[in-house]
Every structure is written in C-alpha cells, then in structure tokens.
C-alpha cells in the first residue's frame, strides 16, 4: 500500500519525472475514494452522498464543506454512548484531550434520545486545491487520531 499513491485519473504521481510537482485537484468525493482505494480501505457513501467507513470499532466520516465543497473534514464518533448526567465530566475529558492533543478536536454530542458520545473532527481548508498525497496524509492521520479518541473514550470509567 503506498503512502504517495496514484492520481485517481491514473496519471503517476509527480508528473512522471524528478522535479516536477503533483498537479492540485479539487477535493471531490472520487478523489477521497480514490485514496480509500488506494490504501485498501473498505468504505461506503451514504444516502446523502457522504462517505464514511469503519476503522478499529470506530465510525468516521469523510465531509466536504464550505459553498463549493473545499472544506475537508475527517470526524470520528467514539460508539461509547453515555448518558445526559455525564456530560459534565465529558466535557472535563474534551478539555483535556483539547490540551494535550494537536488532532482531533473533541466534543460532546447529545443526541435527540437524550444519550452522549463524544465526537472528533480535523478540518482543513483545501480552497486551492491538493494533492493525491496531500489528501492521503489527511485521511492517514484524521483516521489515526480519530481511533485514538475514541480508545481513550472507550477507556473512561
């Protein structure tokens, strides 16, 4: 599996010769495929078009936000479900890991049925463009960190 992989069009990375610079793509949801593929990830696109897919018990989405869809994000949904009268101390570990971690950002969710998960996001701004390589570092660490998260969340008393 290569950490550089190919251009999903299947053009070699680098333009083919020393020197010369992976050309920038717009992010889409083929080029983030792409790279799932190319890593041998299994993944799936949901009804609303979105992609996710599972990693080490962990669910983690792949968006595109922003007007034209430029704004990538990697967020990681620890499945350890708590209840309403523990956010206070949720909320004590978000800060924490806030503190001591670069990537993902943490928060508390508390869904509609009243239950508490804590959720990890990377976001980053890819107006002008990226590289196969560029992207496959973002999803490799956005996955890395986010089953670090949610190890950690699993591990709470």
Known sequence: M????GDPAGEPVGGGGPGRL??????T???ITAVLRD??????????????????????????????GEMFQV???????????????LYAFCNSWNHDKLWPKAYVHVGD???????GEVTTDLEHG????????????????GCALAE???ELP
């Open 130 to 145: 990226v590289t196969f390589a560029q992207l496959d570092q973002l999803i490799a660490c956005g996955i890395s960190t």
């Open 39 to 68: 890593r041998g990830y299994k993944y799936f696109t949901d009804s609303d078009g979105d992609v996710g897919g599972h990693w080490d018990n962990t669910l983690i989405y792949f968006f595109r936000l922003g007007d034209q």
């Open 22 to 27: 992976e050309p920038l793509h717009p992010l």
């Open 75 to 89: 967020r990681a949904m620890a499945r350890r479900l708590f209840s309403i009268d523990d956010v206070p101390r």
């Open 29 to 31: 949801n083929e080029l």
């Open 113 to 119: 049925d009243g239950t508490a998960g804590i959720y």
């Open 2 to 5: 290569s950490l550089s992989g």
């Open 152 to 154: 950690a969340v699993a």
